[in-house]
């Protein structure tokens, strides 16, 4: 066989490595809020993540949500951070399909809406 005949040859059997796409948050989501997520493209080995984070400074209660993308040795680790005065516990879970990260969180109260709204608006004046 020629060399471009066998080259091709070996080129068709190899895998195609198609990326993965996960869903990324515009920026972490404080609950009961759903983070307004869009789909990226990850780097090569990396999967897709979903992160809680649960913070309490006294009665104050606060939990966070973060989609992206995240290399495989940090998929099930539970850890600590801390951040805007609150010690925050957290755990990562990943999983492998395209978009699988996109559940959403559980529904907002209706009301979420309106005080978002009200907000948003705010910070515009």
């Known amino acids: 066989m020629s060399k471009p005949i066998c080259l091709l040859l070996l ?3 190899l895998p195609a490595v198609a990326p993965l796409f996960c869903y990324t948050c515009v920026f972490p989501t404080i609950s009961p809020l759903d983070c ?3 789909p990226m493209k990850c780097p090569p ?3 897709c993540l979903s992160s809680r ?3 309490q ?3 104050f209660r606060v939990v966070l949500y973060e989609k992206s993308c995240i290399i495989p040795s940090l998929c099930g ?3 600590e951070k ?4 609150i010690n925050f516990t957290f755990t990562n879970e990943c999983c492998i399909t395209h978009l699988c990260n996109g559940a ?3 529904a907002p109260p209706c009301w979420t809406g309106i005080l978002l709204t009200l907000l948003i608006s705010y910070s515009v004046w």
């Open 77 to 79: 680790v539970t850890g």
């Open 104 to 106: 959403a969180t559980p």
């Open 11 to 13: 080129l068709c059997l």
């Open 36 to 38: 307004i997520r869009f």
């Open 57 to 59: 400074k006294g009665d």
């Open 45 to 47: 080995g990396q999967v």
């Open 53 to 55: 984070a649960v913070g």
């Open 82 to 85: 801390y951040t805007m005065g």
